[in-house]
């Protein structure tokens, strides 16, 4: 029963986050009057690709705090408990840094960092917890394809 009140406060603090930050930050004028790139996926999609990753991130979160997890030695005991935090706080950075301060160059910056973080996250659970990295790699690569998007909004917009 503590596991399964503890998986429900990791599904509520991120996905309850996500909403929180989605509805305080949602496009707006600014965004719509935008240079995007061909590849700009149409609005619907952000949604459900979020809601799908914020669930997996959320239990990725619940299993490395089930556990103590330090990576070895040589690393000097990274936790992956700070990592999963450090991610979900530039997460959650990165739309008000987009859309509420509209700074695109800002938004570029945090992403990137948070591409990398989910990065090392991966490589740093690859061999102790598998599912936890596995379950990291979709949202690796949306994020990848999300600062590919900033990237693009930020040239057509601020370089051109």
């Known amino acids: 029963m503590k596991n399964l009140i503890t998986l429900m406060f990791f599904i509520i603090l991120v996905m309850g986050g996500g909403i929180f930050i989605g509805i305080n930050t949602a496009p707006g004028e600014w965004y719509a009057?935008?240079?995007?790139?061909?590849?700009?996926?149409?609005?619907?999609i952000f949604g459900p690709v979020w809601t799908a990753l914020y669930l997996m991130i959320a239990i990725v979160g619940w299993r490395i705090w089930q556990r103590d997890h330090r990576v070895g030695k040589r690393d000097h005991?990274?936790?992956?408990?700070?990592l999963w935090a450090t991610q979900l706080c530039l997460n959650f950075l990165w739309s008000p840094a987009f859309f509420a301060a509209q700074r695109p160059g800002l938004?570029?910056?945090i992403i990137t960092l948070l591409l990398l973080t989910i990065l090392l996250f991966i490589s740093k659970t690859w061999?102790?917890?598998?599912?936890?990295?596995?379950?990291?790699?979709?949202?690796?690569?949306?994020?990848?394809f999300a600062s590919a998007l900033n990237g693009a909004i930020f040239y057509l917009n601020t370089l051109m």
């Not at 009057?33 to 619907?44: A, E, I, Y």
């Not at 005991?77 to 700070?82: A, F, I, N, T, Y």
């Not at 102790?128 to 994020?143: C, G, H, K, N, T």
């Open 77 to 82: 005991g990274v936790s992956l408990k700070r």
């Open 33 to 44: 009057g935008l240079q995007k790139p061909f590849f700009n996926p149409p609005n619907w």
């Open 107 to 109: 938004a570029l910056c």
């Open 127 to 144: 061999r102790q917890d598998r599912l936890s990295a596995i379950l990291f790699i979709p949202y690796a690569m949306w994020v990848g």
